[in-house]
T-cell receptor, first 114, second 115 residues
Framework: DQQVKQNSPSLSVQEGRISILNCDYT??????FLWYKKYPAEGPTFLIS?????DKNEDGRFTVFLNKSAKHLSLHIVPSQPGDSAVYFC?????????????FGQGTTLQVKP | NAGVTQTPKFQVLKTGQSMTLQCAQD?????MSWYRQDPGMGLRLIHY???????DQGEVPNGYNVSRSTTEDFPLRLLSAAPSQTSVYFC??????????????FGPGTRLTVL
């Protein structure tokens, strides 16, 4: 049973446009959500996060929106740049304390075309 | 700081062989985890540890053993390798602070092929 789902395996956008990556979850007890970015042959790196008590968090070109009633979050990248091309993973913290456990979605491969 | 290091980067095993994937961190983090990444499956948690001497199972623990004798090291042992364990393995560590101050840092990964 996949508790965190990214239903779009891939996304292609033009440089300068907005990229929107989506993530759905099933467990209402998740207390924190994170986005990780992964380049080939490297480990994932942390990008941005949001607490379950917030509905928006912004960091430069990256904004994460959380809709708790819909159990949905999205990552907006504006403007998109070719260097943003990577696999993006949505992850959720189970809410059982700060144990370091994260539950990941399947990932979405973003391609930003020059 | 070197962060999270993993060795080896690549490994090919035959079915039934055993091996240990090494993971070390120099950030004095209490929490360490092992994940595997498979196509279409994302990252799945194998085992994790909340401190030296304390380990617990994740989502997919079967066929793997861990131990945590020091804060720095968290090796992952494959007891009898199977083709289903062909994957990319990532080790991660995290401090004890709350998100977002303390987040997970990942190593570069070990690509394992079991023939």
């Amino acid at each position: 049973d996949q508790q965190v789902k990214q239903n779009s395996p891939s996304l292609s956008v033009q440089e300068g446009r907005i990229s929107i990556l989506n993530c759905d979850y099933t467990n209402s007890m998740f207390d924190y959500f994170l986005w990780y970015k992964k380049y080939p042959a490297e480990g994932p790196t942390f990008l941005i996060s949001i607490s379950s008590i917030k509905d928006k968090n912004e960091d430069g070109r990256f904004t994460v929106f959380l809709n708790k009633s819909a159990k949905h979050l999205s990552l907006h990248i504006v403007p998109s740049q070719p260097g943003d091309s990577a696999v993006y993973f949505c992850a959720a913290s189970p809410g059982s304390g700060n144990t370091g456990k994260l539950i990941f979605g399947q990932g979405t491969t973003l391609q930003v075309k020059p | 700081n070197a962060g999270v290091t993993q060795t080896p980067k690549f490994q090919v095993l035959k079915t039934g062989q055993s091996m240990t994937l090494q993971c070390a961190q120099d950030m004095n983090h209490e929490y360490m985890s092992w994940y595997r990444q498979d196509p279409g499956m994302g990252l799945r948690l194998i085992h994790y540890s909340v401190g030296a001497g304390i380990t617990d199972q994740g989502e997919v623990p079967n066929g793997y053993n861990v131990s945590r004798s020091t804060t720095e090291d968290f090796p992952l042992r494959l007891l009898s390798a199977a083709p289903s364990q062909t994957s990319v393995y990532f080790c991660a560590s995290r401090g004890q602070g709350a998100f977002p101050t303390d987040t997970q840092y990942f190593g570069p990964g070990t690509r394992l092929t079991v023939l």
